[in-house]
């Protein structure tokens, strides 16, 4: 059974000039290939263009909106024609949400939580994913999330605390949680929440460059997955991938 690495980003530079020769090795993984600004979303889009094993996520990062040189109302058109030129690998928009880790709350909030809204409509527009980035705003996100009519997505590296945990899987039956390699910073936290997340809800992700060298340590998160949850680990990666197509919207 392969596995479905929900959340990597081809697009950075410490892929190139490797990034053909690296998906074509893991032959056996599917990836969402995730974007943070306008420019990247059009590159993940060419990316998924060249390999059938890999889909795209597309929007704007809440720490890179104030570089974006377009207005909003620009980037939701442009974002708009790359989903409708590229239905079949476009499946969601992100990575979005709210950030206030390098940036204050004070001094960015409004700005955040008008793109994050703004975005997260384009997803519910055209029937797509949502991909959230999640970081010192959980109490934020939760509320914000709260206000919408709906929502579909994936809580991308979660990392709060068992209380958000079951806000967020209270919000929706398609909120699906995704663990990536932070779960080894903290392993006996990770172990709880893990426990706390139901099987159907499950996602794992590398995160790759930034939270590891490669979409391969999926494996190593599968296998503490399957250790708390006392589940055969072919039996596991099988749900996964069952949740992983569920959560994007994959037939």
């Excluded at 190139?16 to 074509?24: A, D, G, T, Y």
């Excluded at 058109?77 to 990575?95: D, H, M, P, R, Y």
């Excluded at 172990?191 to 190593?220: G, H, K, M, N, Q």
Aim: glycine residues 2%.
């Amino acid at each position: 059974m392969g596995i479905f690495e929900t959340h990597v980003h081809f697009t950075s530079k410490e892929f190139s000039p490797h990034f053909e020769r690296l998906v074509s090795l893991e032959s056996n993984f599917q990836y969402l290939n995730v974007a943070t600004s306008l420019s990247e979303s059009k590159e993940v889009v060419e990316q998924s263009r060249e390999f059938a094993q890999i889909y795209c996520a597309i929007g704007i990062h809440p720490l890179y909106i104030t570089e974006e040189k377009h207005s909003l109302e620009e980037v939701i058109t442009q974002l708009e024609e790359l989903i409708l030129k590229n239905k079949s690998k476009v499946l969601a928009i992100g990575e979005i949400g709210l950030d206030f880790y390098r940036v204050t709350k004070e001094e960015s909030y409004e700005e955040q939580i008008k793109w994050l809204e703004t975005q997260l409509e384009l997803a519910r527009k055209h029937n797509l994913s949502s991909v959230l980035h999640i970081r010192n705003a959980m109490s934020e996100a939760i509320e914000a999330l709260k206000k919408q009519s709906s929502f579909y997505g994936i809580i991308h590296s979660f990392d709060g605390t068992k209380e958000e945990l079951r806000e967020l899987l209270s919000l929706s039956k398609d909120c699906f949680i995704s663990f990536s390699p932070l779960i080894f910073r903290n392993i006996e936290k990770f172990r709880e929440l893990i426990s706390e997340t139901p099987l159907d809800r499950l996602l794992v992700e590398s995160d790759s460059p930034y939270l590891a060298l490669s979409s391969t340590i999926c494996r190593s998160i599968l296998r503490v997955i399957s250790e708390v949850k006392k589940i055969e680990l072919s039996e596991l990666k099988k749900i996964v991938m069952e949740n992983s197509k569920k959560a994007l919207r994959i037939p």
